[in-house]
């Protein structure tokens, strides 16, 4: 079998993960941790690229692997234009659309210009995986009741993707035959349905669905809006209140589960209440996504970073067991995603996907 040495890169707003593959086999793993002082510096996201490109190659030499070994470079996508799902190779319009952070700041932005940055020094290729922007809404899941905005897709697609994958592959069944609710749970929560390989409907975890370890999740539209015009807060406060100083994180001054879950185990009653409504916010999420296929679905399938925790798990499954059965896929695997979206592409199976 050809050996294909891919390197893969998730930047986040704190770290930026990396691994080098040798096809499905990693040769290492590594977190690259960002302190805050070391971030401040930087106005914008996009003015951190050498700073973490430098390191990418450090650890790179640090890990005995060279540029010239490798055949292809991926990154983490970030919210390109609306687009299908699949692999893309890096372009120059991409490029721009990455720059300008086309809808929006986040540090996935990040991904395809490392990618394309690495690649380019010995000529291989450079590709994104499934980015947030992924857009396979049905008609009806884009209306509100606001003909000036509309519901856009926007969503942890990259692990929720190779995920149901996964899934596929246990049930032994076609991926495009399923109907599963898919929901990814990590510091954003977002609750999707999955009919014939599309996400036909999603909640944005920056503005809509459940509150998450450190997003607001959906809020009575006019308490907002008093509060935008109280005259007491920025835009920027406002975001931050809605993105990254929200939910667990407003509530209780963590946005760790395991921590919540140590004062839940204590007796701290506010911390019960607070991770049960989180818990009820995500189960009533799926409820409404089981209606958009009529209730006739496969599984609900649980992931990210807060599927390891039983207490929640169980917190939601008593809720939403009547619907599906549950399945649990815990953690984010989003490197060994972009490896095997890179894999299909480099091996034939798939045919790469032009950006425009
Ligand atoms: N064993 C666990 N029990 C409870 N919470 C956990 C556990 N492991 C991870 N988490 C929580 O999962 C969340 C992070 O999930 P993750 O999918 O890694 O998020 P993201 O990639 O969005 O930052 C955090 O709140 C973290 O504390
Ligand atoms: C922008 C939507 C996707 C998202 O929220 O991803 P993270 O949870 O990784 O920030």
Redesign the pocket.
């Known amino acids: 079998m050809q050996q294909y040495k891919i390197l893969a890169i998730n930047p ?1 707003s704190t770290s930026t993960k990396i691994a080098v593959y040798t096809n499905e086999q990693p040769d290492f793993e590594q977190v690259i941790r960002h302190n805050a002082d070391e971030l401040k510096e930087f106005s914008k996201i996009i003015d951190q690229y050498e700073y973490r490109r430098q390191l990418v190659e450090k650890a790179l030499i640090d890990n005995n692997v060279k540029i010239s070994e490798l055949s292809a470079v991926v990154g983490r996508g970030g919210p390109l234009k609306p687009l299908a799902s699949g692999t893309y190779v890096v372009n120059d319009v991409m490029v721009e659309d990455l720059k300008i952070g086309v809808q929006a700041e986040h540090a996935s932005n990040l991904g395809g210009l490392l990618a394309r940055g690495i690649a380019s020094q010995t000529g291989i290729p450079a590709f994104i995986v499934d980015p947030v922007s992924v857009d396979e809404l049905e008609p009806l899941a884009r209306i509100t009741g606001m003909p000036e905005i509309s519901r856009r897709s926007l969503f ?1 697609a990259l692990n929720l993707k190779a995920v149901a994958r996964r899934v596929a592959k246990d049930l032994q069944q076609d991926y495009n035959s399923l109907t599963l609710i898919m929901v ?5 929560i977002s609750v999707g349905v999955q009919r014939g390989g599309r996400m036909i409907d999603v909640t944005n975890p920056n503005d809509a669905g459940p509150f998450s ?1 450190e997003r607001a999740g959906c809020l009575p539209t006019h308490d907002l809006v008093k509060m935008c015009f109280s005259g007491n807060y920025t835009i920027s406060d406002i975001r931050k209140k809605l993105v990254g100083n929200a939910g ?1 994180v407003a509530h209780l001054g963590t ?5 919540v ?1 140590k004062r839940i185990t204590a007796g701290d009653t506010k911390a019960t209440l607070v991770y049960e409504a989180m818990a009820y916010q995500v189960a009533k999420e799926i409820g409404a996504m089981a209606t958009v296929v009529s209730g006739s679905i496969h599984a609900i399938v649980l992931t ?3 599927a ?2 039983q207490m ?1 798990v169980k917190m939601i499954t008593d809720r939403v067991k009547f619907i599906s059965q549950v399945l649990i896929y815990p ?2 695997n989003e490197l060994q995603a972009l490896v095997e979206g890179t894999l299909r592409v480099l091996r034939g199976e798939e045919q790469p996907k032009i950006y425009e």
């Open positions: 986040g942890q990814h749970l990590g510091g954003g370890p667990l946005n760790d589960g395991r921590e879950e990210g970073g807060l390891y925790s929640l953690g984010e």
